[in-house]
């Protein structure tokens, strides 16, 4: 599950021109607006990450007029956004430790999102017929979640000097296909499908007749991808028809994931798209505040592309994260 809510230190506590009442607080890479005072440099604090879904209860009830949300897909809660305040960008929501009795002896970076009952806020990526579910994901079939850079600042200095790419982070569904032992299989991000060429997660099998080439190949591979096009998150790209853009290849018998070159060979072959490549170099050495700045841009239909994913050439899944186009989150609707 993914770490929504942690213990965090205030890097810095930075002034708002001309706000008598706010500041900005910084931690790890991201940056709160905070009520003036209310932290220190060096103090502790309750770190509530964008997307994250708070049950309702007192300590958050200030939260209602703004983000208050009732809906099917996820039940009653507060949902944390990226928004703009007295002109400055805050990426979440930063809470003092004292208004947590229920977490003493608990210490920086540990992880308390469900001891606080926070759940991740869900957007449904597609109004089209996913399939019929059979199961959950199989074990060993691996998620698709990749880390935002802000969450983890200290990937930019183990990147740093090392072979990288950067690619367009696409705005779609994942769609997982596996070969395995002769069995093919489909996966949404957390369930196995049905196989059904009419279900979406199974168009990239049917599309580009993997079935067989799959089997001509003879090796057991996972294969994921953003499956994008009409009735997917508004379809930003606005394609004419389901595309299935691969980011991950995944050798299954030796369990590694395959370096950048030797997954586009394989795709090329099965003549299956790669996730757009934006620039490939020897000597990784971009900083925070510039990768977010590269971070922003337009897809060719002229919309706000989601983001990029920043990786190792060689270990694609060993150094990997993504950093959002905050010009995008801004304008993200519920």
Known sequence: MRSLVTIQKVKMISAIPDSDFLETAHIMG?????????????????????????????????????????????????????????????QGLLLPLLKFPELEGFNEGDDVT????????????????????????PHGIPASDEIRIQSAPELLEQ??????????????????????????????????IKDDESALYWMPVYKYGLKEKFAQYGKNMVLTGEICGPGIQKNKLRLPGIEWYIFDVKDWDSGSYLPYDTLC????????????????????????????EKAKG???????????????????????????NNDALLKEKD
């Open 114 to 137: 469900e001891k606080l009952g926070v759940k991740k806020w869900y957007i449904p990526e597609t109004a089209n017929d996913g399939g019929v579910m059979i199961g959950d994901r």
């Open 298 to 324: 337009k897809y060719p239909s002229g919309l706000d592309k989601e983001g990029i994913v920043v990786r190792d050439i060689n270990h694609p899944k060993a150094l990997s994260f993504k950093v959002l």
């Open 159 to 192: 990147l740093h000097d090392r072979p990288y790419y950067i690619t367009t982070k696409m705005d779609g569904t994942s769609g997982i296909v596996y070969y395995i032992d002769g069995k093919v299989g489909c996966c949404s991000r957390n369930k196995e």
């Open 30 to 90: 991201w940056q709160c607006v905070v009520k003036k005072g209310e932290f220190q440099t060096g103090d502790l604090g309750v770190y509530f990450e964008v997307d994250s879904f708070l049950p309702v209860e007192p300590r958050y009830e200030f939260l209602r007029s703004s983000s208050y949300r009732d809906n099917a897909d996820n039940g009653i809660g507060f949902r944390i956004r990226t928004v703009r305040m007295r002109g400055q960008l805050s």
């Open 265 to 292: 060979e394989i795709c090329a072959a099965f003549g299956i798209p790669v996730v757009p490549l934006e620039e490939r170099g020897e000597h990784f050495s971009y900083s925070l505040e510039t990768l977010l």
